[in-house]
């Protein structure tokens, strides 16, 4: 987008307040005072049905009570208006897979720092768009912290994303994955008795969803037999029936194909990598996946699957999610969506991807990921054209999150 896009935006916007057209008092990063509309652009909801020209979004209390061409939306009298000057109305961004996130927030002082927040999550949110991620990949003596780290990270409120805390990734404590590689992002289990009892107290500290590693990404070139030993059936399935028992779900690396058959089996919600990244996808576990309804992780700027497959899976019906492993990165989510439509993704899709399909996986369906009446008012306003070229995502005009106006970035 050029500059003229944009300080045409703030000129026009600020016309608007001046008319008392405009969200009155309104600066950027503070809410507007009453409700308000964006008009004037293409609106995508992320549902994956088709795109409303001339659309907008009606935002009261923070909540989308509204949604449609705006000819047919009766905008009460006196609701402030945010142009979107022909750009793409959109849900905010979800990262279902920010691993390594939230170890480097705290300062030389062992504090929650601000200057790692603004980097780490601030940007994620102002630059990205990313209005929600998942954060994984914990240490042990990390995963201790979480109930302080939520509660301290609470106070900044709308200015960062939504986190859906994951954590530590429960693994075999004998495997490469705990003594060799990532020991940094997992606890170690030995036996059914411990599997249960680390459920327990990873659920017991906060977090949201229950994370599992089988092998590891340094694992693709090893034989077999240097990648044991796993967590069992018998294991797996009891940290699954912990951790739905008490309404939480359950997401596993398995980078191979018979770890993707065992972790099925024993009934996990969610594949956090591409199960096939040393060969192609067979069509039994494709159909096991996609008979099971299991949404499976992108990162395909890490691991990329071979040519032909993810088209394949999607064509079967199975769901993808968004992830990137790095969402603070201003350039990760662009280069996530470019590999994507190397694979043949269509830009509807992989918007859905990281709109509702995201949101469903990390259990927040029904609140963000989708503009429907009654969710949550978490809105990216980028470019026209985004359903030409996926790199208009890039064009952060508008960051709205949970009806506040966050920021509308400066542009280079």
């Known amino acids: 987008m050029s500059k003229r896009f944009y300080l045409t935006s703030i000129i026009l916007l600020t016309i608007l307040l001046l008319m008392g057209c405009g969200p009155e008092g309104v600066e950027i990063g503070e809410a507007p005072n009453g409700p308000f509309v964006i008009q004037n652009g293409t609106v995508i909801t992320g549902t994956g049905a088709d795109p409303i020209p001339n659309g907008a979004v009606v935002v009261v209390d923070g909540l989308i009570t509204a949604v449609g061409p705006r000819t047919e939306i009766e905008v009460p009298d006196g609701t402030a208006v945010i142009d979107a000057e022909g750009g793409t109305i959109l849900p905010g961004l979800i990262d279902a897979r920010a691993s390594d996130l939230l170890s480097r927030l705290k300062n030389s002082d062992g504090e929650i720092g601000s200057t790692q927040v603004d980097v780490l999550l601030k940007r994620t949110l102002e630059f990205n768009g990313i209005t929600t991620v998942r954060a994984t990949g914990w240490s042990w003596e990390e995963m201790q912290e979480l109930p302080e780290l939520?509660?301290?990270?609470?106070?900044?409120?709308?200015?960062?994303?939504?986190?859906?805390?994951?954590?530590?990734?429960?693994?075999?404590?004998?495997?490469?994955?705990?003594?060799?590689f990532y020991k940094d992002q997992t606890v170690g289990v030995g036996t059914v008795e411990e599997s249960v009892q680390i459920t327990q107290a990873i659920i017991d500290l906060g977090a949201d969803q229950v994370n599992i590693m089988m092998s590891s990404g340094p694992s693709l070139s090893a034989p077999p037999e240097d990648r044991e030993p796993l967590l069992t059936l018998e294991m797996l399935t009891q940290i699954v029936e912990t951790a739905h028992d008490q309404d939480k779900k359950v997401i596993a690396q398995a980078l191979f194909p018979e770890e993707a058959m065992t972790v099925l089996e024993a009934g996990v919600d969610e594949l956090s990598a591409w199960p096939f990244l040393a060969e192609p996808m067979s069509e039994e576990v494709?159909?096991?996946?996609?008979?099971?309804?299991?949404?499976?992780?992108?990162?395909?700027?890490?691991?990329?699957?071979?040519?032909?497959?993810?088209?394949?899976?999607?064509?079967?019906?199975?769901?993808?999610?968004?992830?990137?492993?790095?969402?603070?990165?201003?350039?990760?989510?662009?280069?996530?969506?470019?590999?994507?439509?190397?694979?043949?993704?269509?830009?509807?899709?992989?918007?859905?991807?990281?709109?509702?399909?995201?949101?469903?996986?990390?259990?927040?369906?029904?609140?963000?990921?989708?503009?429907?009446?009654?969710?949550?008012?978490?809105?990216?306003?980028?470019?026209?054209?985004?359903?030409?070229?996926?790199?208009?995502?890039?064009?952060?005009?508008y960051v709205i999150k949970g009806g506040q106006v966050v920021v509308v970035p400066e542009k280079e």
């Open 150 to 180: 939520s509660k301290a990270l609470e106070e900044f409120g709308k200015t960062i994303p939504t986190i859906v805390y994951s954590g530590s990734s429960v693994t075999h404590v004998d495997g490469p994955a705990y003594t060799l």
């Open 286 to 397: 494709l159909q096991a996946i996609v008979s099971r309804n299991i949404p499976v992780l992108s990162g395909f700027s890490v691991g990329q699957p071979l040519e032909g497959d993810v088209r394949r899976f999607l064509d079967a019906g199975g769901i993808l999610v968004f992830g990137t492993f790095a969402p603070n990165s201003r350039a990760r989510p662009v280069s996530e969506f470019q590999t994507m439509e190397k694979h043949g993704m269509t830009p509807m899709e992989m918007i859905q991807s990281a709109t509702l399909n995201a949101a469903n996986a990390l259990g927040l369906g029904d609140v963000v990921g989708s503009l429907e009446v009654g969710k949550q008012a978490d809105i990216i306003v980028v470019g026209p054209g985004l359903l030409e070229d996926i790199r208009v995502i890039r064009e952060m005009v």
